[in-house]
């Protein structure tokens, strides 16, 4: 049974950079065909998926959130890697990482989250 487990700091200052990690066990990053993302949900509003990084190494965006987002992996520890540079109040929330498969609808690829950490609570506050 995988497990995934989420840790970072609870509270960054703004305009700092916020890196977060996903500790995994019960399975590998390297597993054929998953998606390893990153999902975040700010008070009183929707989950949004933020990225993801593939079984090979691939890495995806969303775009709105490209431009001061990095995913990274370390194969050795299980482990990937969420950086978002430049935060500020509105990057409050709680952030989860998941595994899920890739699913074509129609035109648009889908990065689904079938297991998911429990999620951290991550301040945006000088």
């Known amino acids: 049974q995988v497990q995934l487990q989420e840790s970072g700091p609870g509270l960054v200052k703004p305009s700092q950079p916020l890196s977060l990690t996903c500790t995994v066990s019960?399975?590998?990053?390297?597993?054929?065909?998953?998606?390893w993302s990153w999902i975040r949900q700010p008070p009183g509003k929707g989950r949004e998926w933020m990225g993801a990084?593939?079984?090979?190494?691939?890495?995806v965006y969303s775009p709105a959130l490209k431009s001061r987002t990095s995913i990274s992996r370390d194969t050795s520890k299980n482990q990937f890697t969420l950086e978002l540079s430049s935060v500020t109040p509105e990057d409050t929330g709680i952030y989860y990482c998941c595994r899920g498969l890739r699913a074509l609808t129609g035109s648009q690829l889908d990065y689904e989250c079938d297991d998911w950490g429990q999620g951290t609570q991550v301040t945006v506050s000088s």
């Open positions: 019960g399975a590998s990053i390297t597993t054929s065909f998953y998606y």
């Open positions: 990084i593939g079984y090979r190494g691939d890495t």
